[in-house]
């Protein structure tokens, strides 16, 4: 049987995850969410891991959302178990140990845009199209869009692009902020990994927690945002990765991090 999700290991630390349903605009199967699930879990309990990328294969879409072929069989609370499936899986990426960038080679609507808003870092094509669609449908986004797109790009913008279900451009994705860097086609996949080269030369540990930083700092006022900060910071001060930094920085050179 096919396998609806391609991995691959570069440079020893990053991991490449290719959503692998193009004939179906790589749209949220129930099975494709099992191995997607199934190889976040492998990678966040492998150390050697220190960034993940997520992008998918064809040329059309990055992932249209979900499956509605599937869905048609379904009856109301299948669907909701569905949708449900497909935010759960956002939270797995969203709570990946390591960054993750998400490549996104063509069209992103409703959940295959909630998941790339669930990675660290967005990296879209110049063609891409970026949208959730859903009160098209008569529904709202399910999968934690109407909760990370306003964290991300304020609400009054998020209120105009759900409230109107209208897809955006690459470039107004990167003007508002859902996408951090814009690129072709043929030099996408290759600006996500040398993102990924840029990120892993750092510490592991130091990266860990300061995406923990980030993440639950926004979610809190500032004052408890900075004593989480404190916290994360006092994680790094005992490491032997720590030591390397000052050694690596005495003598002039680049810093052979371990992730202890």
């Known amino acids: 049987m096919a396998s609806f999700i391609d991995y691959e290991i570069k440079d020893n630390h990053i991991a490449i995850l290719t959503?692998?349903?193009?004939?179906?605009?790589?749209?949220?199967?129930?099975?494709?969410?099992?191995e997607?699930?199934?190889?976040?879990?492998?990678?966040?309990a492998d150390d050697s891991i220190r960034c993940t990328i997520i992008t998918a294969s064809g040329e059309k879409a990055f992932c249209a959302?979900?499956?509605?072929?599937?869905?048609?069989?379904?009856?109301?609370?299948?669907?909701?178990?569905?949708?449900?499936?497909?935010?759960?899986?956002?939270?797995?990426?969203?709570?990946?140990?390591m960054?993750?960038?998400?490549?996104?080679?063509?069209?992103?609507?409703?959940?295959?845009?909630?998941?790339?808003?669930?990675?660290?870092?967005?990296?879209a094509t110049n063609y891409a199209k970026l949208g959730l669609t859903e009160t098209s449908l008569a529904i709202i986004p399910g999968a934690g869009g109407t909760q990370r797109l306003p964290r991300l790009i304020g609400s009054g913008q998020a209120k105009r692009l759900i409230f109107t279900a209208q897809p955006i451009t690459a470039e107004e994705a990167f003007q508002l902020g859902i996408a951090e860097?814009?690129?072709?086609?043929?030099?996408?996949?290759?600006?996500?990994v040398n993102m990924a080269q840029s990120i892993i030369k750092n510490g592991p540990i130091?990266?860990?927690q300061a995406k923990t930083a980030i993440n639950q700092g926004l979610q809190t006022n500032i004052t408890?945002?900075?004593?989480?900060?404190?916290?994360?910071?006092?994680?790094?001060?005992t490491t032997d990765d720590q030591l390397e930094g000052l050694h690596a920085f005495k003598e002039k050179r680049n810093p052979v991090y371990q992730g202890k």
């Open 36 to 44: 997607l699930n199934d190889r976040i879990q492998k990678i966040n």
């Open 206 to 208: 130091a990266l860990r």
């Open 181 to 192: 860097q814009v690129v072709s086609t043929e030099n996408l996949l290759q600006e996500a």
């Open 65 to 97: 959302g979900a499956d509605l072929k599937e869905r048609k069989g379904m009856n109301d609370e299948q669907v909701i178990e569905a949708v449900q499936y497909i935010g759960s899986t956002a939270v797995n990426i969203e709570s990946m140990r």
């Open 99 to 123: 960054p993750v960038i998400a490549a996104i080679n063509g069209a992103a609507f409703g959940g295959g845009l909630e998941l790339a808003l669930s990675c660290d870092i967005r990296i």
């Open 19 to 34: 959503l692998n349903r193009p004939e179906a605009m790589n749209a949220l199967s129930k099975g494709l969410l099992k």
């Open 224 to 237: 408890t945002g900075l004593s989480i900060e404190h916290l994360c910071y006092k994680e790094t001060i």
